[in-house]
Each structure stands twice: as C-alpha cells, then as structure tokens.
C-alpha cells in the first residue's frame, strides 16, 4: 500500500502514521527526516540540499522529491509506503507524478479548525523534562506543574493560538487544493477526525482496508 496523509496541522496525521506503519508493517517518510538524513549521509541528493540549506535557504521541490525518490527505492519500501508532511503543494504533486512514484490513496483526517486550536493551544509542555499535559484532556495534578518532576508548565510558541491561525491559514491555501487533485484521480479517502483517538483509528483502518 503506497499512501499519502493528508490533513490540517493538529489533525492527529502523525498518531494514524505510527499505527498504520505498525499495522501493515511499512515505513513512514516524513520529509523532514529524510531530508536530514539524506544530509548526514552526504547522498547525491543531499550534497544538493546542503548548499541550500547552509545559507538557510528553502530546498527547491526538484531535490527534495529527487531525497524522496532515493528513499523510497530502499527495500524497506518495497511493500509500499506511507509519505506524510509531503506532497504539502499541487506542483509537488505533479512533480511526484511525473517521476512516477504512483500511490494508491490520499487519506485526509478531517478537524474543524476551531477543534484544532482548542487541542493545540491547550497543550503545555515542562520545560525541565518536556512532560506534556493538556488543559482539558490530560490535566496535571496540580495546575501548571509537572506531575513528574515538578518543573513549570510552559505553552510551546507553535501552540499559541495565532501561530496556530497562521499555520491553518497556509494550509488552507497550499496544502488543502491536493484534495481536489487527488479525487479528480479517485484516490481520495476522508475520515472525520474523533475526539477520541481510537475511533479516528478504527474509521482510518476501516477506510485504508477497502483501498
């Protein structure tokens, strides 16, 4: 199975990657790591990204999806895939058409917004141990101290509210337009994300089964 996740920032994509990668036994490539690895590694590919990244330039879409194609050539990819934090545009979608890496699906969890800023902008994290809590759903024993090592309770920048309008911004204007794209190829899958996250699990694995 050769499966692309898609979904808005804090819509639980990363928590369906794990289970799906352990449920049908393959690799999930998320860019970012590839991209770093492909730099320690000092590939054809990552030779190329480095002289961007080191004068902290943007990777150009071409190299980055020529790092992705160098990963899923491995043998662990043999029994398919899951890339999740790519395609993020409609011209990286294209591109990895054209290069003939050919998937089965696209699967987009589906979170309102307002869901999405309450789940994230509720996260605290210690910053002694990085223990994470939330206000409403994993609440610390005592109101912004670490159950564990008794550190502050702090709210990541990335979580503020407005950090987190802004990146639901963005994604609604480069990232959501690949649903479109994708069900014009009738590949696309939509799950309505659940609070809890078992039942976002089982309509994953309901919806991924009938691929």
């Known amino acids: 199975m050769k499966l692309i996740l898609l979904g808005a920032p804090g819509a639980g994509k990363g928590t369906q990657a794990e289970i799906i990668s352990e449920t049908y036994k393959i690799p999930t490539i998320s860019t970012g790591n590839i991209i770093r690895a ?16 080191e004068k902290g330039e943007l990777v150009p879409d071409e190299i980055v999806i020529g790092i992705i ?3 899923l050539s491995e043998p662990d990819c043999n029994g398919g895939f899951i890339l999740d934090g790519f395609p993020r545009t409609i011209p990286q979608a294209e591109a990895l058409d054209n290069m003939g890496i050919a998937v089965d699906a696209a699967l987009s969890i589906e979170v309102e917004d307002s869901e999405i800023v309450k ?5 605290r994290v210690c910053e002694k141990c990085g223990a994470s809590y939330h206000t409403e759903y994993k609440k610390p024993q005592k109101d912004g101290i670490c159950n564990a090592c008794g550190g502050n309770l702090v709210i990541r920048k990335d979580d503020e509210p407005e950090t987190v309008l802004n990146r639901l911004s963005v994604y609604h204007e480069q990232t959501e337009p690949l649903k479109d794209y994708y069900n014009k190829q009738n590949k696309l899958l939509i799950v309505e994300g659940q609070d809890d996250v078992k039942d976002t699990t089982a309509l994953v ?7």
């Open 69 to 71: 194609k160098e990963r």
């Open 38 to 53: 492909a730099l320690k590694e000092g590939t054809e590919m990552g030779l190329k990204a480095k002289a961007y990244t």
């Open 205 to 211: 694995l309901k919806a991924i089964s009938e691929i």
């Open 119 to 123: 789940r994230m902008s509720g996260r």
